[in-house]
């Protein structure tokens, strides 16, 4: 912004100053592809820059460039590819000065303003043979065919206006040396349209056609397309009856004196050609009898070019009843004889009497050639009013029209004659009219913008076409006279007229007249025209004859009587006859010229000038000479003049405040006042100075291009920072824009989230109270009967009882203690559950024993079944575990073990025996043999017990280790029942049930045991707890054994 109001407070000229160090790209830029309006050229009087600015343009394939609204256009000779549709349709509707110069644009200009201002308009297209005249009016004519409203009718004259062209170049266009393609007329055509813009007819008007063409062509040059497109394209039946063959080289008249052959044309397809017209003709609705007709001519021109005369015994030309006079006889219905005669005779006027007068062979010849000539000439004519008849707007509502003017430009050769001078008059009488329309338009414009009118010098050629075309006194009127004139006129008797009138005239030279230095460059048969684009010699040889242009009288009389349909009508009856000469070619041009300046006048014009880079027809060079050449011929210096007389630049105050306003602080971006006032301020605050510029009333007026560039350059730099400002305000817009939307569907996201987050919460909530109720109901009913209220609340207990259980399940077998406390409905699930799974635990366990173990355990498992629960020290041998035997059978005495070995001792265990009389103890060895248990010491067998005769065994309830044996005894001999004292008392009494297989003859007794000392005699051993361990004889007599306690009473209860 700082950097932006600093640049303001600049000065222009401190501002050029920097641009010119900053924006040195841009200026390079500008001299690389030259400035697009000559206007705006410095030195617009230097003819080297502005052959510089079109040689840089031309380099760049820039074709284009304006003097104001003028178009120059240079042949760029190779397709630029800038006529796609894609370009009108950039072209369409824009600003003239928007977009780089083009022919479209033109165009584009002209329609647009023809269209608000509902005026006619013509664009004046002029250069050069070969500079691309006919390719850009036919480019305008393309860009209205694209660029118009469309419908079906107005797509059918537009089909027309388009289809027009082939045809009238088939015609009218030839190979020349300059041009494969040169159009030998003038043409104006003039396209009309409706106040909507659509093309509604047409009209064409053809100038000066070049009919010498048909008898002779220079060497490398053709006649008319149309005879090899018949030739080469025509059909084989139309060609056999036309009765020509398909070879050009049999036609004299395609065929160069001395040569044989005709010129080739790589650039053109006359077969392709041919079919493009014959098409065209039928769009254009040409009768089928009509097209016949056409074609009939066109062969007897050809007929006619091979027509040969021989000269008789008098000299007099004769004919052959040659085959040519059979066709030409046939193609234009005459009969043959009169045709032989109207070609070698003439009629002459005796009095009151026509004689005939027969033809030297040379006069024949002649009078052929002229033949042929005003056939094809007349043919022409024709042919444009048949065009004419067909785009002619049926419609008579008011119309607005574009005429477009494809004509010769300036002509100079090395030898110019007839033809050069009437084309160069031609551009004299454009130029004329050229002045009169800009310098007008200028004045008025000026008026218009009431800013004083400053006369600026610039060359008036009035005084040349005065001196070509002045009644009685012009060069055309001098001309005439001669050709009218009785007597021997000559060629040079002609230029010697001349000299006597236009002696001492500026603009007039010959030979005679020259002084000495000029005399050099002059013939004595030339003249010397210093037209307003330079001089021209003219060699006055052939002038008369052309003007002349002379048909025999006769011999228009013979083409009268013919039944041929267009040479009927291009010979009426009704033409006047020799009796008053007809108009001279250059009175006819002359007045024709008068026509279209006429036509002209009336209109607004445009320009477009045309150019060729070399005369090579070679794309990508350029000729300095030659274009210099051209652009003086043109008269683009005298139009640059023109243009710049006063002011270089001018536009419309909206326009230019439009375009400059962000160069100034008051004017940007928007100026409220009107835009007169804002341009004012805006220049002010440029630093205009007051001598270059001007206030119009609608328009600003600058006198120096260097002026409008320094404005323009600053605006170049000014857009490059406007740009990014307002690229960084639009982004910033855009991202501020995209973050509003980002952080408003961040809170949508929140917000929707949140609320289902709560929405969830609640519903959990909700949930969790309706489980909770139903789990309090269900608590506070849980000991009804199953009910709604209850089921859940017992299936949960259920459940919850079951996992918990699962997770404290006891993890041995001998485990008793863990067992979960069940909740009420689960007591007997419990119970039998606590059953299942210690079965489980016992089956797992069992399984998983050893079958030693195994048997261990049983027989555990019958201690457990005889003592537990009733012997005080039981569990204390539970996790003793038992052992096959006590004493191994090496202990045993030798002399015992051989006296029951027979027996197979199962188990032996030291025990202390007291004596049933006095209890006093002895160290005994216990043995279990198969049938008897053994009391032996050392070696002798104190007692035999057999397994039958053992009656019982007692032990008492309490921690001793005392066994009572009670034996069966008869015999009083026998011993009695014996009292031991075993340390592995369990482990004894278990093996002894084993061995003896006797399960329930132990008995656990409480208090004291009885015994047999001896049959008959009993005995006593009782039984006690007391603080410690005592075995001694009571007074009693009895045995009294006392055991400590055993500690843990809970064991044996288990
Ligand atoms: N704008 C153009 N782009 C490309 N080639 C062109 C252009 N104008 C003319 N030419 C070439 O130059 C030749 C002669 O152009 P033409 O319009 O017939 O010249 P003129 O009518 O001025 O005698 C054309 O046949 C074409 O090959
Ligand atoms: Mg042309």
Redesign the pocket.
């Known amino acids: 912004m700082t950097h932006m109001a600093l640049e303001m407070s600049e000065s222009l000229e401190e501002r050029c100053n920097r641009i010119l160090r900053d924006m040195e790209g841009s200026l390079t830029a500008r001299d690389r592809v030259g400035i697009q309006d000559f206007v705006l050229l410095d030195a617009y009087t230097s003819e080297s820059a502005v052959l510089d600015n079109l040689r840089k343009r031309f380099n760049e394939n820039l074709?284009y460039t304006y003097i104001g609204t003028l178009l120059v256009?240079v042949?760029?000779?190779?397709?630029?590819g800038i006529y796609t549709k894609k370009q009108m349709d950039i072209y369409m509707g824009v600003n003239f000065f928007e977009l780089p110069p083009h022919i479209y644009a033109l165009a584009d200009n002209v329609y647009r303003t023809m269209l608000t201002e509902t005026n006619n308009h013509f664009i004046l297209i002029s250069?050069e043979?070969?500079?691309?005249?006919?390719?850009?009016s036919k480019k305008i004519l393309q860009f209205y065919a694209v660029s118009c409203p469309s419908t079906k009718l107005l797509d059918n004259v537009r089909d027309r206006l388009l289809l027009s062209n082939p045809v009238l170049e088939a015609f009218g266009n030839a190979k020349t040396l300059k041009?494969?393609?040169?159009?030998r007329f003038g043409k104006y055509m003039d396209i009309q349209f409706d106040h909507m813009g659509g093309a509604v007819g047409g009209h064409i008007l053809s100038y000066l056609l070049e009919k010498s063409r048909v008898v002779h062509q220079n060497h490398g040059e053709r006649s008319f397309h149309i005879f090899y497109q018949l030739v080469e394209g025509g059909e084989e039946d139309l060609l056999r009856w036309l009765g020509l063959e398909r070879n050009c080289q049999r036609y004299s008249y395609l065929v160069q004196v001395g040569e044989g052959e005709c010129a080739k044309v790589s650039s053109v397809n006359d077969k392709s050609d041919w079919k493009t017209v014959r098409k065209a003709l039928s769009v254009i609705e040409f009768s089928e009898s009509n097209i016949e007709s056409l074609f009939a001519i066109i062969a007897s021109v050809l007929h006619l070019g091979n027509v040969t005369f021989v000269a008789d015994s008098q000299g007099y030309a004769t004919l052959n009843n040659s085959p040519e006079i059979h066709w030409l006889s046939k193609l234009l219905g005459i009969p043959a004889q009169v045709i032989q005669v109207g070609l070698t005779h003439r009629k002459i006027e005796a009095r009151s009497e026509e004689v005939l007068s027969p033809f030297t062979v040379d006069q024949a010849v002649y009078a052929k050639d002229a033949l042929a000539k005003a056939i094809y000439g007349r043919t022409f004519t024709w042919l444009v009013n048949e065009l004419n008849e067909s785009l002619a707007n049926k419609d008579s509502s008011r119309k607005t029209v574009i005429g477009l003017l494809?004509i010769y430009g300036f002509e100079v050769f090395s030898v110019n004659s007839f033809e050069q001078f009437c084309i160069n008059y031609c551009n004299e009488k454009l130029q004329q009219l050229f002045i009169q329309l800009t310098l007008k338009s200028e004045q008025e414009e000026y008026e218009m913008e009431g800013i004083e009118w400053e006369s600026v010098p610039y060359f008036n050629n009035k005084i040349i076409c005065d001196l070509v075309e002045e009644k009685f006194k012009g060069i055309i009127s001098v001309l005439d006279e001669e050709c009218l004139r009785p007597g021997e006129a000559t060629d040079m008797t002609f230029l010697e007229k001349l000299e006597e009138k236009m002696g001492g005239h500026p603009h007039f030279v010959t030979h005679k007249l020259a002084d000495q230095k000029t005399r050099k460059t002059l013939e004595r048969g030339d003249f010397r025209l210093l037209h307003y684009a330079g001089e021209v010699t003219y060699s006055v040889v052939g002038f008369l004859d052309k003007n002349n242009d002379l048909l025999y009288r006769n011999i228009k009389e013979v083409m009268r009587q013919s039944k041929n349909a267009i040479v009927k009508h291009c010979f009426p009856s009704t033409e006047p006859d020799s009796k008053k000469r007809p108009e001279t070619v250059a009175t006819q041009f002359k007045s024709s010229l008068v026509g279209l300046t006429e036509i002209l006048m009336s209109k607004e014009p445009w320009y477009v000038r045309?150019m060729k880079p070399n005369e090579g027809k070679q794309p990508g060079l350029f000729d300095d000479v030659l274009v210099r050449h051209q652009v003086k011929y043109l008269g683009l210096m005298e139009h640059l003049r023109v243009r710049r007389a006063g002011f270089a630049y001018r536009r419309r105050y909206e326009i230019f405040l439009q375009r400059y306003k962000p160069l100034c602080p008051d004017t940007w971006p928007n100026w409220k006042g009107t835009a007169a006032e804002g341009v004012e301020c805006l220049v002010k605050h440029l630093g205009y100075k007051p001598d270059e510029y001007k206030m119009g009333r609608t328009k600003i007026f600058i006198r120096h291009p260097r002026t409008l560039f320094a404005t323009e350059d600053a605006f170049e730099v000014c857009k490059h920072e406007l740009a990014t400002r307002i690229q960084a305000k639009y982004k910033g817009y855009r991202v501020k824009g995209d973050y509003m939307r980002q952080r408003q569907a961040a809170t949508k996201i929140e917000t929707c989230w949140r609320g289902m987050k709560a929405r969830r919460e609640r519903e959990k909530r909700a949930w969790a109270v309706k489980v909770i109720k139903r789990f309090i109901k269900g608590f506070m009913t849980r000991n009804q009967p199953a009910c709604v209220d209850n089921t859940e609340y017992l299936a949960f207990v259920r459940q919850n009882y079951l996992t918990r259980l699962k997770e404290n399940l006891p993890k041995t077998v001998v485990d008793k203690n863990t067992w979960l406390t069940p909740p009420p409905i689960m007591q007997e699930a419990s119970q039998m559950l606590r059953k299942l799974y210690t079965r489980h635990m016992v089956r797992r366990y069992v399984q998983g024993i050893m079958t030693e173990r195994k048997a261990q355990l049983q027989i555990k498992g019958l201690t457990s079944s005889i003592f537990k629960g009733t012997k005080e020290n039981y569990p204390h041998s539970v996790g003793i575990p038992f052992v096959d035997t006590r004493i191994s059978e090496e202990d045993i005495h030798i002399k015992v073990y051989q006296m029951i070995r027979q027996e197979r001792i199962k188990y032996s265990v030291p025990v202390v025996k007291y004596d049933r009389n006095g209890f006093r103890p002895r160290f005994r060895q216990l043995i279990y043999t198969g049938s008897a248990a053994y009391l032996v010491e050392e070696a002798k067998i104190k007692q035999r017990v057999e397994f039958n005769n053992l009656k019982g065994v007692s032990v008492s309830t309490l921690s001793d280790n005392f066994l009572i044996l009670h034996v069966q005894c008869e015999d009083i001999k026998q011993k009695g029942d014996l009292v031991l004292q075993c340390d592995y008392l369990f482990e004894a009494l278990t093996k002894l049930c084993l061995v003896a297989n006797k399960h329930n003859f132990i008995k656990v007794v409480q208090g004291s045991v009885k015994f047999d000392i001896q049959p008959g005699r009993e005995g006593f051993v009782d039984f006690k707890s007391g603080q410690e361990t005592m075995i001694y004889r009571a007074k009693n007599g009895h045995l009294m054994v006392e055991s400590t306690r055993t500690k843990s009473r809970a064991m044996i209860q288990n």
Not at 129 to 136: L, Q
Not at 179 to 183: F, M, W
């Open positions: 074709i256009s042949n760029p000779y190779k397709e630029l250069g043979s070969g500079a691309g005249k006919t390719e850009a041009n494969d393609n040169s159009s494809d045309c």
